[in-house]
């Protein structure tokens, strides 16, 4: 029980710490642990690439980015989406094949990130990978 109270303080104490630094959640149903860090927000997804970048590309489009044809590209291992917001913020989306069934995605939204949107974007590709598959 001391362990986990111990725990407990020191998780809590590193978070108020490191606050606006690294938030950590977790995702629900298809991604693991969330990450956002130095700007990114990143996390492992359990699906494969063509999968996960039809819903980005739908998700962009549901919140009503402008997908900046050119700027990306996709091939069996990678790909990027490049938008920007109505306020002109350039919003990218990369995705790295790990295996057939698990997908790195890393999302940045502006030059120092933001959080909040890119939290937003990440819901809205979750919501979509149900209607994708």
Known sequence: MRTQVALWLLL???????????AVAVGAGAAGTVAY??????TDVSE??????AASRKALDDLGLNIIEGKGGKD????????????????????KSISDEMT??????????????????YNKILENLETVE
């Open 48 to 53: 494969d690439i063509d999968t996960l970048y």
């Open 37 to 42: 860090m130095g700007g990114d927000l990143d």
């Open 76 to 95: 069996a291992l990678s790909a990027t989406i490049v938008a920007r917001d109505a306020e002109d913020k350039k919003v990218q989306i990369k995705l």
């Open 104 to 121: 790195e995605l890393s999302i940045r939204v502006a030059v120092f990130g933001d959080e909040t949107k890119s939290q937003l974007i």
């Open 12 to 22: 809590v104490g590193l978070a108020c710490c490191c606050a606006g630094c690294l």
